[in-house]
């Protein structure tokens, strides 16, 4: 590990490895094959790069990372180049003439690292490329970053990942990682299986992730709830809202703009150039808040985003965890709120239902939807929730070939909406049972299934037109609940729908021809009307309840606790910082992250010698910028 740990040093800037780094390191240096678990933000890059370097010094060649984004490859390949490697990409972005030269360069040994997507790999132009290499004993290592995509039953499955199989079969003595942020019991199964990978080591890291706090609210005016949280929480900060379709992006970034908001819509539909050109802002300027569908994200590696919303629901854990976690991967504060209602889980019941996947498929997606739903209605710690659904006990240490050490007992995170205001719980029972017995009641009376309005019209006593057309004002149910609300009858439907007491069927309108949701009674009904389980439900919260805070912003993040002069170092070397990383055409991130700086700034080096411990600065960054930081450190 001698050659390891110098390599960190030197290269990075980072005086120890984290967590579990060091033995997967270790491992993969020696040649064998990992499953890495990690967390976005815990240091997984390093796990491959590290072992990369290390492998081609002993000269085993280079190394293949196969990566699905473009946007992740040319982050990764920048900051790379600042830290003197020699890395490079194969992507559509390139020419004909320039992938002839990274051609030529990865036959002729100069390269260490080389990234290309699943797509282009399995072509048979480069696997003419790797079959050169492994004859000549210079190909060292395949790492496959984002591995959950392998599996149908991870949240960003892609066809390409499954063909990756070839790896082992073709060059089966050249050692293999997978790694992913995101990946339950079912998910790393099938990354085994795919990938072929059943000889290797396992290393799980925790899941959680502590500088997150998790806010969970129920959906009411939905622009506004998320207005009120930028501006009292995330004055001038950057953040990502994530929306289910693409009308909803465009209407909220607009929204946002108006009420002074710098914020830039993202999706599929929109001009390759346009996405192209909200990224690069995203990336580059400060205060940017990114209204995206999913389409946006992976492999966005911005260290200082202060904030991740969702305003539609997502359609599993696996999917929230992993956007959530584009979130704080600085380590500083960061926040995770989401909105949702009754009309998310009947549109997410709706995707699943109507696709045309297998009914085991449907299944598996129904039960991890309803793991989301359960978690948005929990009453206790979210934190603990999350964490066990990836089969983790909170304060669990991190397990070295699937052998977890000892686990310390925590049942509350104090970081989440439900440890720092616990909410005030209503007994739901009674209301749950007078629901399905209206529904069995309406149902009874015509034979026909109805929406959620209509029965809850019918449950609070309300004659409108269709009511009394139907004959339902007669039921024996009809008003029986017209001491509830609506938002607590929505709540109680929710839960209903997420502990499968209710279901949805179909129906098409004889009018409009539309096809609409209905509800009706499924298995779990029965235990619900003879009072064997008790429906538990949070009081809703307003969303206005907390009042507005008074932050730093966004700029001084990381340098919250530096005194005036060190303040003023900071904002110096900020500046300078951007200039740099404009003159590279690159993220200033990947020049210095913000809490590099922050040290500098703190320290006010007055040598290069002084420079050289400072975390984040290696031998190749300080060669050249180390001057250049003490002469902007000297402006005072």
């Not at 290309?116 to 060292?140: I, V």
């Not at 806010?215 to 809202?241: C, M, P, T, W, Y």
């Not at 919250?560 to 500046?575: T, Y």
Request: charged share 20%; hydrophobic share 40%; proline share 4%.
């Amino acid at each position: 590990m001698s050659s390891a740990q110098s390599i960190l040093q030197a290269v990075f800037g980072y005086e120890q490895f984290r967590g579990p780094q060091q033995a997967i390191v270790s491992h993969v240096i020696n040649g064998g094959d990992a499953l890495v678990l990690m967390p976005t933000g815990g240091g997984k890059s390093l796990c491959y790069q590290v072992p990369a370097i290390a492998r081609q010094q002993l000269g085993h060649g280079v190394t293949i990372v196969v990566s699905p984004l473009i946007a992740l490859m040319h982050d990764q390949v920048g900051a790379l180049h600042e830290a003197g490697i020699s890395a490079a990409y194969l992507n559509s972005t390139l020419s004909y003439d320039e992938t002839q030269e990274v051609e030529l360069r990865l036959q002729s040994g100069d390269i260490t690292l080389l990234y290309a997507a699943p797509e282009r790999l399995n072509t048979p132009r480069f696997l003419g490329l790797l079959d050169d290499l492994h004859a000549q004993g210079k190909l060292s290592l395949f790492a496959i970053d984002e591995a959950h995509c392998v599996s149908q039953w991870g949240h960003d499955f892609r066809p390409e990942y499954r063909a990756l199989s070839v790896l082992h079969q073709r060059y089966a003595e050249v050692p293999r990682i997978a790694l992913t942020a995101t990946a339950d019991a079912l998910t790393r199964a099938d990354i085994i299986e795919r990938l072929q990978l059943e000889a290797a080591q396992h290393f799980i890291s925790s899941f959680d992730r502590p500088n997150i706090r998790y806010k969970i609210a129920e959906k009411k005016d939905v622009s506004n709830q998320l207005l009120r949280f930028i501006e009292r929480e995330h004055e001038g900060e950057a953040g990502v809202v994530y929306c289910q379709s693409r009308k909803r992006v465009e209407e909220l970034a607009q929204t946002l703009v108006q009420n002074g908001i710098n914020a830039l819509p993202y999706h599929a539909g929109l001009p390759q150039e346009m996405r192209q050109n909200h990224q690069d802002r995203f990336l580059r300027e400060e205060g940017v808040v990114m209204c995206a569908t999913i389409a946006f994200g992976m492999g966005i590696n911005k260290p200082d985003v202060r904030f991740v919303a969702h305003v539609d629901m997502p359609k599993n854990i696996e999917g929230y965890y992993q956007e959530t976690g584009r979130a704080g991967r600085d380590g500083l504060p960061a926040d995770a709120w989401m909105a949702y209602g009754l009309s998310d889980v009947v549109n997410q019941r709706r995707m699943i239902d109507e696709s045309p996947a297998e009914e085991q498929f449907k299944q598996v997606m129904r039960g991890k939807l309803d793991a989301l739903l359960g978690l948005a209605e929990a009453t206790d710690c979210r934190r603990v929730r999350l964490l066990a659904y990836f089969g983790e006990q909170y304060g669990q240490e991190p397990s070295l070939d699937g052998k977890p050490l000892q686990a310390v007992a925590r049942t509350h995170c104090g970081n989440c909406d439900n440890c720092l205001e616990p909410p005030a719980l209503w007994d739901g029972t009674d209301a749950a049972r007078k629901l399905l017995s209206t529904i069995f009641r309406v149902h009874e009376a015509s034979g026909l299934t109805y929406g959620a309005g209509h029965i809850m019209d019918v449950l609070r006593g309300k004659e409108t037109d269709k009511v009394t057309q139907y004959g339902h004002d007669k039921v024996s149910t009809f008003g029986i609940g017209k001491d509830y609300s609506e938002p607590q009858l929505r709540a109680v439907m929710r839960q209903l729908l997420a502990t499968g007491a209710l279901g949805l069927h179909k129906v098409v309108s004889e009018n409009s021809g539309h096809v609409f949701d209905t509800l009706c009674l499924a298995a779990g009904s029965r235990a619900v009307l003879k009072g064997e389980v008790q429906v538990q439900l949070r009081e809703a919260v307003a969303a206005s309840r907390s009042k507005k805070q008074s932050k730093k912003s966004a700029a001084n993040a990381a340098a919250v606790n530096l005194g005036p002069d060190a303040q003023v170092r900071f904002i110096n070397l900020k500046a300078w910082r951007a200039e740099v990383a404009k003159s590279h055409n690159l993220p200033a991130y990947v020049i210095f992250h913000d809490a590099t700086l922050a040290s500098i700034a703190e320290l006010n080096p007055q040598s290069l010698q002084e420079l050289q411990g400072v975390s984040g600065m290696g031998t190749k960054k300080l060669d050249a910028y180390g001057a250049e930081v003490l002469r902007v450190v000297a402006l005072g």
